[in-house]
């Protein structure tokens, strides 16, 4: 399985991160594949995952570095371009999810149940987060499932599990946070394909401790749902 772990301004969390993904031991003996996108970092992200590799060595990462930011979408376009796993699977560098987890993805693929697989925050659980953010992927959420007909709890997740050959004909655009609906409007589009969610562990941060997305990520994301939902083929 391809874990791509775009990272942006991520000093804090990134070699802590990169230890929990590395210690998992994935279901069935699966192997993984850790892609490492670091979009133009302007702190030590990109010399924390060097120290890693370097304490690390035969750990299988595979390290890209854009000279020029271009957004977490555009990083996880570049992670997918190089994925050679059967899935794959995005997870941020902030440690707001838990790689521990990974497993309860894998588990309803593996066992025939669905093709796509979401890691919803809300599923059977109240995160901790802010009532406004909430409300906003709530919002997000719903108009989503009216819009890509689908049944959804968590559009906005960044646990994303999915054949990675299906991931790959997809003719993905967005390159900063449109990217969540984006590929949620597309997957809905592919016939036949089966949604399925299960509940993980969010521990959210806030903007003082580095969370990048506001409002206007909201807009864009309502304008994305609409785009590729009701306008784009």
């Given amino acids: 399985m391809s874990i791509i772990i775009p990272v942006y301004n991520e000093e804090s969390t990134v070699y802590e991160l990169l230890s929990k993904v590395t210690r998992v031991k994935l279901i069935n003996d699966i192997e993984k594949e850790i892609i490492v996108v670091n979009d133009a970092s302007c702190d030590r992200s990109r010399e924390e ?23 977490k979408g555009g990083a996880i376009h570049t992670g997918i371009g190089s994925a050679t796993g059967e899935y794959l699977i995005i997870q941020d560098a902030d440690l707001e999810l838990d790689p521990e987890e990974f497993n309860l993805l894998l588990r309803p693929v593996l066992e025939g149940k669905a093709d ?38 968590d559009m906005e997740t960044c646990y994303k599990l999915v054949n990675t050959e299906t991931m790959k004909k997809l003719k993905l655009v967005e390159k900063r946070f449109g990217f969540e609906p984006e590929i949620t409007a597309r997957l809905a589009k592919v016939k036949g394909i089966r949604f399925a969610e299960v509940p993980v562990t969010f521990n ?27 306008f784009s083929k």
């Fill in 204 to 230: 959210a941060r806030t903007e003082l401790q580095g969370k990048k997305i506001g409002w206007k990520d909201g807009f864009r994301a309502i304008y994305c749902i609409l785009k590729y939902g009701w």
């Fill in 116 to 153: 796509v697989v979401y890691g919803s925050r809300f599923l059977g659980r109240k995160p901790k987060s802010k009532f406004l953010h909430r409300m906003a992927n709530a919002f997000l959420t719903r108009l989503s499932n009216f819009v890509f007909r689908i049944h959804i709890t």
């Fill in 49 to 71: 995952i060097n120290r890693f590799i370097r304490a690390h060595p035969g750990q299988p990462i595979k390290f890209m570095d854009h000279e020029a930011n271009q957004g």
